[in-house]
């Protein structure tokens, strides 16, 4: 079965921090998918990123990174010079070949501070 | 840029009444999901859809609930009785293939009061 943990339920740090949340997720399937949602207090969920599970190489968009390893079954996403406007809750998620749902993880609350 | 638009953005019903939360999704896709985000919570999968018919559904997705594609363009998810339990956000989302990006409307709020 598919199952996605964010252990860190809430982050705070102080503008221009860099900061990391870790996703970590189980799956018996060789082809799955990976993805990162934001939720900005406005309540949408806006798309980051999609990583398939033959792609390891890490990826690189502005300020943000994610950290993709098979070994550890981990798919972290990192911060770069945080800023205020990052401050939203942010979900990972997995999906496999063949199926269609999305299964996400709790969530991770981050606050960016002045 | 493509958009799937939600409507209403919010609905307060009574218990026990029927309600229609309404989506029109990416125009050139051909995928289509709810899910819900009790608040606070994480964001949970209820059904998805494909060529006129439900090809998943989770257990939450049950005898009360159920989603219709009425014309080209719409894509509904009705609750026949709600209940106490069904207040949440609902969220729409869209893909062009299976394993593809789902992209999300900006959700409902279901107020069952």
């Known amino acids: 079965a598919q199952k996605v943990t964010q252990a860190q339920t809430e982050i705070s740090v102080v503008e221009k921090e860099d900061v990391t949340l870790d996703c970590v997720y189980e799956t018996r399937d060789t082809t799955y998918y990976l993805f990162w949602y934001k939720q900005p207090p406005s309540g949408e969920l806006v798309f980051l990123i999609r990583?398939?599970?033959?792609?390891?190489q890490n990826e690189i968009s502005g300020r943000y990174s994610w950290n993709f390893q098979k070994s550890t079954s981990s798919f972290n996403f990192t911060i770069t010079a945080s800023q205020v406007v990052d401050s939203a809750v942010y979900f990972c998620a997995q999906t496999f070949q063949g199926a269609q749902k999305l299964v996400f993880g709790q969530g991770t609350r981050l606050t960016i501070n002045p | 840029e493509p958009e799937v638009t939600q409507t209403p953005s919010h609905q307060v019903t009574q218990m026990g009444q029927e309600v229609i939360l309404r989506c029109v999704p990416i125009?050139?896709?051909?995928?289509f999901y709810w899910y819900r985000q009790i608040l606070g919570q994480k964001v949970e999968f209820l059904v998805s859809f494909y060529n006129n018919e439900i090809s998943e559904k989770s257990e939450i997705f049950d005898d009360q609930f159920s989603v219709e594609r009425p014309d080209g363009s719409n894509f509904t998810l009705k609750i026949r009785s709600t209940k106490l339990e069904d207040s949440a956000m609902y969220f729409c989302?869209?893909?062009?293939?299976?394993?593809?990006?789902?992209?999300f409307g900006a959700g409902t709020r279901l107020s069952v009061l």
């Open positions: 125009s050139n896709h051909l995928y």
């Open positions: 989302a869209s893909s062009d293939l299976r394993g593809s990006i789902q992209y």
């Open positions: 990583r398939n599970s033959f792609d390891e």
